[in-house]
């Protein structure tokens, strides 16, 4: 059973830098996908970016393209979101997520960790 858990969420000012982390275990297919997500009160869940089990080929939302950043590091079993020049609207609960498909679904996720929040404000 795959399982995620993610860390790194706080409030942090505008213009400001955090960096998520999500521990993953359980994995046991060479090719899948995995994934952040983000869910803002009152609103849908919203894709934040993805990245493929060899950790090439990243894919952002155009919101966050050139300013968010996904890597895996597949030694330690660690998915990572560097998030810089932060925005209020980018306040919401950032989920992690695993996909077994070998690419990249963006409304198709197979596992969900809790959630972290991420605040951005002055």
């Known amino acids: 059973q795959v399982h995620l858990v993610e860390s790194g969420g706080g409030l942090v000012q505008p213009g400001g830098s955090l960096r998520l982390s999500c521990s993953y275990s359980g994995i046991f297919r060479d090719i899948y996908t995995m994934g952040w997500l983000r869910q803002a009160p009152g609103q849908d869940h919203e894709f934040v970016a993805g990245?493929?089990?060899?950790?090439?080929?990243?894919q952002y939302s155009d919101s966050q393209k050139g300013r968010f950043t996904i890597s895996k590091d597949n030694f330690k079993n660690i998915l990572y979101l560097e998030m810089n020049s932060l925005r209020p609207e980018d306040t919401a609960t950032y989920y992690c997520?695993?996909?077994?498909?070998?690419?990249?679904?963006?409304?198709?996720?197979?596992?969900w960790g809790q959630g972290t929040q991420v605040t951005v404000s002055s």
């Open positions: 990245i493929t089990s060899s950790g090439i080929t990243p």
């Open positions: 997520a695993y996909s077994n498909s070998p690419t990249i679904q963006i409304n198709d996720w197979n596992t």
